[in-house]
């Protein structure tokens, strides 16, 4: 842990009177978790501060939790410091008027694209940027407060971008910070029925994705998505893109790919890939994307562009199998 970057982010942070957090686009538990749960930790400990959350953006799956602020005013961004959390590049940040801020902070855990901030707290190591949040509360936590909700929040993201503590790259450390957020009294039940509980509707979707879902002779999985299905199985797209969820854990399929097709065609297909044990990061790199070494996303601009994703996939899965031994 590096406790120079830990000590300059608490002093910026104790500067400021107006503080605004911000996340990336297609909101996920990790980046709701991080910005909702250290916004709840600095009105808690700085009761005379603003700490706001801006963003315009929604998400179905997360609609349990409370809303974020309503819009400010330019001149409100314009005196704030902003933390931009679990966002890799300027580009994919949720609300673009992070810009106007006077300094930006950026807390991140994925592979790092741009410095965007005067402090960048990267650390690539880390399972989800929630479990940054929690080790920067547990490093001021003389001198911060914390509550349930802020607990929940944190905690909720650690668990979704761990797949549930599951992931590669959790360890002790994951395990003892969750555990302090426990100890701040999470109604776990609750939080668990609010992230498992699933539509009846869904449930036919995910029978037909079985139905139709494919493999290569290399062993990607993969499934395309197009406006058809979802319309007929009456999906929002935020619901379409869970289907790599149901590619998960095909005995030797190492790589599963979710193609879902947009409302505007000329945006594009949404890829979400994901990989056991293999690297998968430089296939998305390929096709206008990036992310983590076993999850990330990318856009195809035609089925033929699609194809070639899945060929490639597949090459990838191919070498993995010949170099490597103990894959399942
Ligand atoms: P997704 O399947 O969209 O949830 O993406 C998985 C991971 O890849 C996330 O951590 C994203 O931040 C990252 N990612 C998704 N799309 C892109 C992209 N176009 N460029 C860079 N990283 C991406």
């Not at 929940?152 to 003892?176: A, E, H, L, W």
């Not at 296939?283 to 992310?291: F, K, M, P, V």
Request: some cysteine.
């Amino acid at each position: 842990m590096n406790h120079e970057i830990l000590t300059a982010i608490t002093e910026k942070i104790r500067s400021y009177d107006s503080i605004m957090i911000f996340r990336h686009i297609r909101m996920d538990g990790d980046c709701v978790g991080a910005s909702k749960g250290l916004r709840e930790i600095l009105s808690l400990t700085y009761p005379e501060k603003t700490v706001r959350i801006v963003d315009a953006q929604k998400s179905e799956y997360l609609g349990f939790l409370p809303a974020d602020e309503a819009e400010a005013a330019d001149e409100d961004y314009r005196k704030a410091l902003a933390i931009v959390v679990d966002t890799a590049d300027r580009d994919r940040i949720s609300n673009q008027k992070y810009a106007l801020c006077r300094e930006v902070i950026k807390i991140d855990h994925h592979i790092p694209v741009d410095a965007y901030g005067v402090l960048n707290w990267v650390d690539e190591d880390c399972p989800s940027a929630c479990e940054m949040i929690a080790a920067l509360y547990d490093y001021n936590r003389i001198e911060w407060k914390i509550s349930p909700l802020a607990a929940t929040y944190i905690y909720m993201g650690m668990v979704t971008d761990t797949g549930r503590f599951r992931f590669g790259g959790i360890n002790g450390r994951t395990m003892r910070l969750a555990g302090m957020l426990l100890d701040q009294g999470i109604d776990t039940e609750t939080l668990y029925a609010q992230l498992y509980l699933k539509d009846y509707e869904s449930l036919k979707f995910r029978a037909y994705v079985y139905e139709h879902m494919e493999r290569t002779p290399g062993g990607a999985a993969y499934i395309y998505v197009d406006r058809k299905m979802q319309e007929d199985f009456g999906l929002s797209f935020e619901a379409a893109c869970n289907v790599i969820s149901y590619l998960e854990g095909i005995r030797d399929c190492l790589c599963w790919l979710a193609f879902i097709e947009g409302e505007h065609p000329e945006d594009g297909t949404r890829v979400r890939l994901r990989s056991r044990f293999m690297t998968i990061n430089h296939l998305a790199e390929r096709h206008h994307g990036g992310g983590h070494a076993c999850a990330s996303g990318a856009t195809v601009y035609s089925r033929e562009e699609a194809e070639q994703l899945v060929r490639e996939a597949d090459e990838a899965v191919r070498k993995y199998k010949e170099e490597n031994t103990g894959w399942m």
